[in-house]
């Protein structure tokens, strides 16, 4: 297969690259598309010299549109979460100082009176594309091309800025490792706004010549529909998506989960990743549809890191080798390499993959950089040929159905409630979720508090992913000798 530079996309017009409920579009199509959406961009100027660009739209071809279109025009695309509580947004539109919004029209009037604050121009994308191609910079691949935003260690969400160079690098490394092909049909039903989605199975799949079929949701019937007439020979989810296909069939007729599992058999790939795949999970995917998931380990700043093979033993509770390209290195807290076999070590990462920097945070950029290695925060080991991940550094870091989330933003919304006076948030395991987000909750004198009270006032606050599973009342927070809580302490507590 030739593997195109920049932009990004197959060139072989005629062969179907986006399915989206029962349209189709071809390359050709979209490609004409994002040529004149670019040029409606520009509306005349040379180049857009890294404006930042956001987009507040579904999986569709508009949303590849956008995204290509701001790539070919010189932009930085700013891909937000549809699922994002407004008042999430101010801080991604401000923080990457953005200056035009693209979203569909039937969400303008939600967005209008956040953009008109910022000075942001609110378009929708008939609006911009033009009605022919016009001329198209010239890109050089080290310049700025995508921010996507991460939860950290920190209050609010920083941008990770990756380059063309390091898109390019991180699609290129998983169109080998993984085999893609023009051949290859995929669903995608994972959210738009992370690298799982736009990286692993989009761009992958559009690099490669393959289809995607765009679903707004995880829509379980109609996938394992199309599963079951062998539309999908790939499939990548996090593994709350194989967990609730699991839960689906169990109130499934057992002729049905037979074909849909028949379905899954005949794929030459499943993928799992953004958390840890329980064995557990690993076994039961294996017996009900023959398919040895591929786990593999990734994270917005790097891509894909680390992967188990595609051909080749793929061991269950791992996450695999380096990938070609990826240098990969455990650390100790002396940031010492660590060299023993089965020493646990802080996992730290170079190569052309890694991002370029947290937008306008240059501290928090060299923070994260020792020695030129990117450090994670995941703590790993090296056992018997394969990595497996041990955990995370922070205990403010919960991985929830493949969302990172900080506790310390959850916290901080919390903390504006009226009757609370102190809370401390946790990650609990949770076979659906992997953990379960846990609100320790101490209330102000003479205050009282229902789940389903806090759950509504969280509404509209943060996404919904991020409200609280459980609250814990209690009388006070476990804190150490300095004041800090004693987060270890709760989970102890659990
Ligand atoms: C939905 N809900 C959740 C989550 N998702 N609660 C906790 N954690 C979640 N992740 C809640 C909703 O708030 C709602 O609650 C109820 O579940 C039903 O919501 P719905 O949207 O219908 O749920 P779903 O469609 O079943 O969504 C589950 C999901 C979704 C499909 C697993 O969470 C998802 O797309 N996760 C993947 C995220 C992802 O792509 N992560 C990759 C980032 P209520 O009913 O109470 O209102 S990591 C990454 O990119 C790195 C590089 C990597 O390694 O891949
Ligand atoms: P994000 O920054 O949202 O891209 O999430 C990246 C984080 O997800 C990593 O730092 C890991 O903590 C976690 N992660 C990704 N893949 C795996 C995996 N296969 N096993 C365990 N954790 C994972």
Request: proline content about 4%.
């Amino acid at each position: 297969m030739a593997v195109n530079t920049f932009p990004q996309l197959s060139n072989d017009n005629d062969k179907v690259a986006l399915v989206e409920v029962d349209q189709s579009y071809s390359y050709g199509t979209v490609n004409e598309r994002i040529d004149r959406f670019a040029s409606g961009l520009l509306a005349g100027e040379q180049d857009l010299e890294e404006e930042r660009i956001a987009f507040f739209i579904p999986a569709s071809l508009d949303y590849v549109t956008v995204l290509h279109g701001v790539w070919r025009a010189g932009g930085i695309a700013v891909p937000l979460n549809v699922a994002s509580a407004v008042a999430e947004l101010d801080h991604y539109l401000s923080c990457a100082s953005v200056t035009r919004m693209i979203a569909n029209s039937e969400y303008h009037e939600a967005l209008s009176e956040l953009c008109a604050s910022l000075n942001i121009e609110l378009v929708s994308v008939d609006q911009v594309l033009a009605d022919s191609v016009g001329a198209l910079p010239k890109i050089d691949e080290t310049r700025r091309a995508m921010m996507l935003f991460t939860s950290g260690t920190t209050n609010k969400p920083k941008g990770v800025v990756s380059t063309h160079k390091t898109i390019k690098a991180q699609i290129t490394t998983l169109i080998d490792a993984w085999e893609w092909s023009e051949n290859d049909v995929i669903p995608l039903f994972l959210p738009l706004h992370h690298i799982h989605g736009i990286i692993n199975i989009l761009s992958c799949g559009l690099w490669a010549g393959a289809t995607v079929h765009l679903f707004s949701k995880f829509d379980i019937p109609r996938i394992t529909e199309q599963v079951t007439s062998g539309t999908y020979n790939v499939f990548m989810a996090v593994p709350t998506i194989y967990v609730k296909l699991i839960q689906y069939f169990d109130s499934t007729d057992p002729a049905t989960v037979r074909a849909i599992c028949d379905g899954f058999a005949e794929m030459r790939l499943n993928i799992s990743g953004s958390a840890a795949c329980p064995v557990k999970l690993f076994k039961q995917w294996q017996d009900l549809t023959g398919q040895v998931l591929l786990e593999r380990y990734g994270m917005t700043e790097i891509g894909m890191g680390i992967s188990n093979p595609y051909h080749g033993e793929r061991r269950a509770g791992c996450v695999g080798q380096a990938l070609p390209g990826v240098e990969v290195q455990l650390f100790d807290e002396y940031d010492s390499p660590i060299t023993e076999e089965a020493l646990a070590g802080e996992i730290r990462i170079k190569g052309e993959n890694v991002f370029l920097e947290y937008w306008d945070n240059p501290k928090a950029t060299s923070e994260s950089f020792k020695d030129g290695w990117f450090c994670t925060g995941d703590v790993a080991v090296w056992e018997d040929g394969f990595y497996r991940i041990m955990g995370r550094s922070s205990v403010d870091i919960i991985k929830s159905g493949g969302y990172k989330l900080s506790a310390l933003e959850i916290e901080g919304v919390l903390l504006t409630h009226d009757d609370i006076a102190e809370v401390a948030v946790i990650g609990v395991p949770d076979d659906t979720w992997g953990e379960a987000v846990t609100a320790f909750i101490g209330l102000k004198p003479g205050a009282s508090l229902e789940y389903e009270d806090l759950k509504t006032w969280c509404e509209g606050r943060m996404s919904s992913y991020k409200i609280p599973k459980h609250i814990k009342l209690v009388d006070a927070l476990p804190r150490n000798a300095m004041g800090k809580v004693t987060k270890p302490a709760l989970k102890e507590l659990v």
